[in-house]
């Protein structure tokens, strides 16, 4: 008997849902290739790939709604995603960037809850979508993906935590120096830079840590001229960490 694959089959008929239905033959999916994923059998795989449908979205579509049922887990497979917060005032805060390979709407699922945040896309995007009853068993019954949850959700704790602390900070300037310092992430291999992936645009950055766009411009144009940064599309690189460091603590 052949091995099973872990490419995902044709979906099966889309939900009601905003997006379209993506085409059949445009659908190859490693499962494997999703770090959730990564670490299951062939036998989970197998069930993981029936339940899974598939949905593309335009620019600016809203692929979840703030308020809307928990009635599933989503996987971004291409393109760019926020995930933003609407405040009283109207005003759309961007919370996070989504990349491919992430996952989505977990909270809800576990709690059997509302969503807490909306998701718009932005660029063209391919999104799979698992009911909650699979999501749910996928979490009990493996134990790959529920060591992964419990970091996700461990790491999501400790980011907002972080994030409660940075906007107590009253000096401006060293709030947008802490949110880089929050933002970055680790070189992949020794020698690389430190960098600030999925850079969320200047008015973004500002609604987040309470300030204005031309305040956070202002910062991130001074650190550039200091060497201390270099911005790239979508991204920041820290050329100098230390005198970033530096400058959060007052130094």
């Known amino acids: 008997m052949s091995k099973p694959t872990d490419t995902a089959p044709p979906p099966p008929a889309a939900d009601s849902a905003a997006g379209t239905e ?7 999916v490693h ?10 059998n062939d036998e989970e795989v197998q069930r993981i790939k029936g339940e899974l449908r598939f949905r593309q979205y335009a620019k600016r579509d809203v692929v979840l709604h703030k308020g809307a049922a928990g009635d599933g887990l989503l996987f971004l497979l291409a393109g760019q995603l926020q995930v933003i917060d609407v405040t009283e005032d109207g005003r759309a805060i961007g919370l996070r960037m989504l990349a491919p390979g992430d996952f989505f709407g977990e909270i809800a699922v576990i709690n059997g809850s509302q969503r807490t945040a909306s998701v ?4 063209s995007v391919l999104v799979a979508f698992l009911p909650a009853p ?7 019954h493996s134990p790959s993906v529920a060591n992964l949850m419990l970091r996700h959700l461990a790491a999501k ?5 972080e994030f409660r602390s940075l906007l107590s900070i009253n000096n401006t300037t060293r709030r947008i120096y802490t949110y880089l310092v929050q933002m970055k992430t680790p070189p992949q291999q020794p020698g690389q830079p430190e960098v600030v992936e999925n850079l969320p645009t200047h ?3 500002a609604n987040m840590i309470n300030t204005s766009r031309e305040t956070v411009t202002r910062a991130l144009t001074t650190l550039t001229q200091q060497g201390i940064i270099q911005k790239e599309t979508h991204r920041l ?4 960490p230390q005198a970033l460091q530096k400058l959060v603590e007052g130094s």
């Open 22 to 28: 993506a085409p059949t033959q445009n659908v190859q």
């Open 31 to 40: 499962l494997r290739k999703i770090p959730l994923l990564a670490g299951l």
């Open 120 to 123: 718009v896309a932005m660029s």
């Open 134 to 140: 699979a999501a749910l068993h996928m979490f009990s």
């Open 157 to 161: 704790i400790q980011r907002d935590s």
């Open 203 to 205: 008015q973004d950055i």
């Open 237 to 240: 690189i820290i050329v100098d």
